[in-house]
């Protein structure tokens, strides 16, 4: 078998490496789209049950972490711009194939929870518009598009991505306009605002906001994603630390003052019992317009919006699947291109597959476990993503002043410490809270381990060297 360290470290070739094709107006909308559609409109109902009234302070905390951790990442990209992301950082810092290995599989694992957790939420707000179809049929449907839409190419999606990103931000200032005008009303409570519910079942303001961190951190996530693409981006030194950073804090702006007007319009119980929160909002019929047109008309950008991050994590599944099996790590068939539309597209329609499973499987639990199912893939997200938030930095501190010159990106290292104890007290506490979350994530990881016993024991080495040239994926 090949050995990772040589294959994940090495330059992407001119002729057959990933085409740069992304501008920095581009990743930066990629990111912002990302992160912005990727909770705000699924879980803000969770966050507003663990914490109560004073549920912006969690999303404020939350996007600090992630902000610090996606400036990890900037430094990275910048010393190391190609499409492997965190499992490349890793590698670079400890040289260990197996840790290198289980940051690849946890972040694929992670992506696919997320997907599952997404098309869930989609299923949620299409039912608004018609209840029709079962949730199960809406979410296999929905992320069969979207498997179709990344069979095209990556060029294609981000662009959908950038157009996308546009109306979801649109829907988000709708909530904003409702909460401004019934401030001007004067009917608005600020009270509401720092309100912490202490009745529940942390008993503690400080777990309770804790608790809110870790629901509301899985709305933080998507910019890990951006990472990998960074061999398709035109002048990664110069496009991710603004686009990255920028994304995440702009989105951070918006999710504080979208949680305040959410609280100040809708009575928490209402928001925590509600699966579409957002859409409580606009019902509350503030505005003079029309309640069921505002109504139709954010469920439907609402649906944008999801569908927005989504794409992106289907979008990135095959290309880890891809960056593995050309490390020889899992069977060569996942690196096969399509000969005409130049996408990973085995790899693809595994992940998807595998997706499509994780819906099947989880409508059926829930019964028994009782945690919904959007709520339970999200927890597993957070959980993973987490771990490899925290051996990300780490990374970044242990190769300082390595492989540096004029254009790296250098992020604060006191920020980095506070990031590092943050990411992994927000992980001690997810596990605490819900230790069943952990055996989801080991039924993920298996995925990528029986796939890594079938190549070590059935494959061939030199994928690599036999995959077909690449102009776009």
Partial sequence: ?????????????DETGLKRSITQKQLFFYTLGDVLGSGIYVLIGLVAA???????????????????????????????????????????????????FLITVSFLAASMAASGSLATGFAAYFSELWAGPPALL?????????????????????VINMLMTFVEVSGLLIVLVIGVWFIAEGDADFGVL???DVSGDYGNPALAVLAGI???FFAMTGFENTANVAEETIDPHKAFPRSLVGGMVVAGVIYVLVSMAAALTVPTDTLAESPAALLEVVKQGILPISTDFMSTLFTIIALIAITNTTLVTIVTQPRILYGMAREDVVPGIFATIHPTRRSPWVALFFSGGVVALLLVVGNLVPAVEGT???????????????????????????????????KTFHANTPLLYVGLVGNLAILGFSIYDD??????????????????????????TGTAATTPDLEEI
Wanted: hydrophobic residues 55%; glycine residues 8%; proline residues 3%.
């Fill in 138 to 158: 809406v979410s296999l449907v929905f992320l069969a598009v979207l498997v179709a839409v990344n069979f095209i190419g990556i060029t294609e999606s981000v």
């Fill in 214 to 216: 870790a629901f509301s």
């Fill in 372 to 406: 919904p199912l959007v709520e339970r893939l999200a927890l597993v997200t957070v959980v993973l993503l987490l771990a490899i938030y925290a051996l990300v930095i780490v990374s970044c501190l242990r190769l300082r002043g390595q492989d540096e010159d004029e």
């Fill in 194 to 196: 720092t309100s912490i």
């Fill in 1 to 13: 078998m090949a050995n990772a360290s040589d294959v994940v470290t090495a330059e992407p070739d």
């Fill in 435 to 460: 230790p069943t979350s952990l055996i989801w994530c080991a039924g993920l990881l298996a995925v990528g381990g029986v796939l890594f016993l079938a190549e070590y024991f059935f494959g061939s």
């Fill in 50 to 100: 663990a914490v109560g009234g004073a549920f912006w302070i969690a999303f404020a905390l939350g996007v600090g972490v992630a902000a610090i951790t996606g400036s990890a990442y900037a430094e990275l990209v910048t010393k190391y711009p190609q499409a492997a992301g965190a499992s490349l950082y890793v590698n670079k810092a400890f040289g260990n194939r197996a840790l290198t």
